[in-house]
């Protein structure tokens, strides 16, 4: 058997480096290690850069929800305490999520770079691999492998008031707002 590799680091190739920059540290709560005219390298834990930005000399053309390129990168926090503290230190910052999601599997909400890429922050609902895998094996998945979309606000509010963790990761609880269906927004549509 060959070894596994672990994940290091994504590379965004970019004309916005400043604003990519500051956008990365901001949601991250990162910070620059290194940065020149042409490269930025950005960590937020121990390793030496998780995020780096590429600054070509010539333009480049922005990304649209037409262009075949990577969709996301995701994050997982551990548990719904310290997702929620982050979606209000940026809510508060002015970085709103596009559009978030309860896929069953995760509790998902996804932001915008300055360049149009999507940042997944996220919560595993499932402690255990095999029961995440299991789920997504399962009939609630196979009916809609995406999920509901709900409303950030309505989470917070309902897990002050005391919902549990298991409440809020159901999808069922996403389904009474209601929401318009998510994906023209996870695909892009402003």
Known sequence: MSAKPKFAHVV???????????????????????????????????????????????PLERKTPATGAMHHVAYTF?????????????????????????????????????????????????????????????PEYAADSVGPQFDPEQLLAAYRAGASVEELSDRSWALKSALPDPMPALMGAR
């Open 12 to 58: 965004f190739q970019t004309s916005q480096p400043t604003e990519m920059r500051d956008w990365y540290c901001t949601v991250l709560d990162g910070h620059v290690l290194y940065q020149d005219a042409a490269l930025t390298f950005i960590t937020f834990d121990d390793e030496h850069h998780r995020v780096a930005l590429l600054n070509p000399p010539v």
């Open 78 to 138: 551990e548990n719904l305490d310290d997702l929620l503290d982050r979606y209000v230190l940026l809510r508060d910052q002015g970085i709103r999520p596009a559009v978030c999601i309860a896929h069953g599997v995760t509790t998902s909400m996804y932001y915008r770079d300055p360049d149009g890429n999507m940042v997944e922050m996220q919560i595993d609902r499932f402690a255990e691999p095999d029961d995440a895998t299991n789920y997504m094996k399962g």
